[in-house]
C-alpha cells in the first residue's frame, strides 16, 4: 500500500479534488489527490499552525519541507515577502504543488527531495507538519537536518499532536536548539525552534 511519505505514487489511481482556502483577506485553490495528505480537506493541524505562525521582518527565505500539494509554501509566498522552496518525497505531490504554485500565481522554487538529501542550500525559515508516521529513526534526524540548515537565528516551525509524540519531539528539539511551544489548539502543539548560531 502507497504512503503519501513514499517516492511514487504511479499505481495508484487518479481521483483529484479541489478545496478552497480563506487566509489573510486571500482565497487559494489547491488540487489534491489520492496518495497525498489530507487529500479530502485542509487538516487541522495545518490550519493551526499558518495561525499561530509569526515570521520576523528580516526572514527572507523559506522552506515548506514535505510540502504536499503544497498548502505552507504556497500560502506564505502569496502573503509574506519570501523567498519560497518547497520540497517532497512525493511524485504526485510535487506535481500537485506545482499546479497549485501556477492556480495560485505565486512563483516558488518546488523540488522533488528525500528529506535534506544532496541539498546544501540554507534558509530563515523552515515550516512542516512533519510525517509522524515515519517512526522516530526517521523524523528525529529529519528534525536534526532541518536545524542544520538554517541560517543563524533562523526558526524552524512545526506541528505535531500531543498523542502523536509532541512532547518527546519537544525534548528532542530542545537539546538542538532554543525551542518553545507557541500554542497549544485541540491537542496539537505547535512549536518554534530557533537556532543560535
Not at 55 to 81: E, M, N, P, W
Request: proline share 2%.
Amino acid at each position: 500500500m502507497a504512503h503519501y511519505f513514499d517516492s511514487s505514487q504511479k499505481d495508484l489511481k487518479s481521483n483529484t479534488k479541489i478545496l478552497t482556502f480563506d487566509f489573510q483577506n486571500h482565497t487559494f485553490t489547491f488540487t489534491t489527490d489520492h496518495g497525498v495528505f489530507s487529500k479530502g480537506k485542509i487538516d487541522t493541524a495545518s490550519q493551526i499552525l499558518l495561525k499561530n505562525i509569526t515570521i520576523d521582518s528580516t526572514a527572507r527565505t523559506l522552506l515548506d519541507l514535505g510540502c504536499g500539494y503544497g498548502l505552507f509554501g504556497i500560502v506564505l509566498a502569496k502573503t509574506q515577502t519570501l523567498d519560497v522552496t518547497m520540497t517532497d518525497i512525493n511524485e504526485r505531490a510535487v506535481a500537485l504543488a506545482h499546479l497549485n504554485a501556477k492556480a495560485n500565481a505565486v512563483s516558488v522554487d518546488i523540488k522533488q527531495n528525500d528529506g535534506f538529501e544532496n541539498f546544501e542550500k540554507r534558509f530563515d525559515l523552515i515550516v512542516s507538519n512533519p510525517p509522524i508516521r515515519i517512526g522516530k529513526k526517521k523524523l528525529y534526524p529529519l528534525f536534526k537536518h532541518a536545524i542544520d540548515h538554517l541560517n543563524p537565528m533562523g526558526e524552524l516551525w512545526l506541528v505535531m499532536h500531543k498523542k502523536h509524540g509532541a512532547l518527546s519531539a519537544l525534548k528532542y528539539l530542545s537539546e538542538l536548539s532554543d525551542t518553545h511551544v507557541v500554542a497549544k489548539d485541540k491537542g496539537f502543539h505547535v512549536i518554534m525552534c530557533k537556532k543560535s548560531h
